[in-house]
């Protein structure tokens, strides 16, 4: 080790001792997560683990290992970790924050994919949201589906207006859904304008 210091200036010599120790750090990191991929496999053929709580659990593992191998390289390359933290942690409260404030908009959202791929009514089905039984709720023909609400014709004795419904609404409640010929019944033809 000497002589390599002798034959390199002092500045290399350091540079190259860190980069050793970053390396290091992240093949002790890669060895790690490889054997804790590895122990979770064989804990779940010698348990019936299914494989669905698996593979979250080995992912937050390699995120947790990785994460704290990234930590352990800034804090060599002089990175404060009480810097890391307060700027972390600001992150996620800002985070938290403006996913509450437009989490009814990724709702209605997630729930309008929902009723794209699931299919629970389509245009031209007739659709009653129950509040409660003693209670009707609103009750029409679908006519659009948008990806924040669904957009309902009222019966003609309901007053025949448009209501636009939330699509969460239709998961938070329930529906009475009437089909094709059972549509007709429900509503009636004569009493819909198509345009």
């Not at 669905?52 to 992912?59: F, I, N, Q, S, Y």
């Not at 890391?84 to 309008?112: D, E, K, M, P």
């Not at 009222?154 to 207006?161: L, M, Y």
Request: glycine fraction near 8%.
């Amino acid at each position: 080790m000497e002589e390599l210091r002798s034959l390199l200036p002092g500045q290399w010599m350091d540079s190259m001792w860190l980069g050793l120790q970053i390396l290091l750090i992240l093949i002790a990191a890669f060895i790690l997560q490889r054997m804790v991929a590895r122990g979770l496999r064989s804990l779940g053929e010698r348990y019936p683990l299914p494989h669905e709580l698996m593979v979250p659990v080995r992912g937050a593992l390699r995120w947790l290992i990785m994460g704290s191998a990234l930590l352990f390289v800034l804090e060599r390359l002089g990175v404060s970790a009480t810097v890391l933290w307060t700027a972390l942690s600001g992150f996620v409260a800002v985070a938290a924050v403006a996913f509450f404030a437009i989490w009814s908009v990724l709702s209605n959202l997630l729930c309008a994919v929902l009723i794209f791929t699931v299919g629970p009514f389509r245009i031209g089905d007739v659709v009653e949201l129950v509040d409660t039984l003693d209670k009707p709720g609103v009750k029409g023909r679908v006519i659009a589906i948008n990806l924040l609400y669904t957009t309902l014709m009222e019966t003609p004795e309901a007053g025949g207006a448009l209501v636009q419904v939330p699509n969460s609404q239709f998961f938070q409640k329930a529906v009475r859904r009437w089909r094709g010929a059972e549509a007709t019944t429900a509503v009636k033809p004569e009493s819909i304008e198509t345009d």
